[in-house]
């Protein structure tokens, strides 16, 4: 069944249906859901949904939007919530440019990347990565924390050149291919999974965000997934239920599930 590696089901956008839209999923293919903590708030929110139902297991971290919010306090935190059974990652941590410009607020996101990749090297976790408009940063830091032994990672929504692509997947990273995959302008991304082995993609949708073409613009869930697997299976020519079965194993042996 369809392994979803990174959702956001503790959004705010999920309020009024977050239930009916969880329970319906087994019933839609859906058999796994990483529900990826982004903010301070998340992290309570994430173990609530993983306590809840069988199916969702969590990725811990805060997201670089939130990096100057956090303190020691936060970083104790994560590193407590992580020793929940159900908690699979250390994720999204990463770094945003794109929403943030200043050097000052780069330098502070960069802390707080490092210091939550030691946090998954010291838990033997693997991390999920969010970067956007940073690529020679986070490049460099994965880099130098692949080098001292690190447990695995994705780079979610991945948003870079096969070359860049290329250098993740020769650390034996994998890449979570999503939505935009299925989008008109993607051409990029479809040439960097064209390129890159089965063996290193996993599935995501960012739900609420990033919904697949036809439905682009529209609150995303995991029940979209199927236009994302359908699209792959054309660029890798193999079949759906090829890529279902594939990317839900890479999906289960870098999680250990
Ligand atoms: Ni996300």
Redesign the pocket.
Known sequence: MIFDT?A?YDDEAFDADRDVLLESMESNGIGTIVN?C?SIDGLEKTIALMEKYPFVYGAIGVHPDDADQMTQETLDKIRTLLQHEKAVAVG?IGLDYYWHKEKEEHLIQQNMFRAQMEIAREEKLPFMI?SREAAEDTLNIVREYMKGGMYGGII?CFSYSKEIAREYLNMGLSLGIGGVVTFQNARKLREVVEYAPMEQIVLET?SPYLAPVPFRGKRNSSRNLPYVVNRIAELKGITPEEVIEITEKNARKLLNL
């Open positions: 990174h956001h990826v982004a999204e969010h979610h960012d």
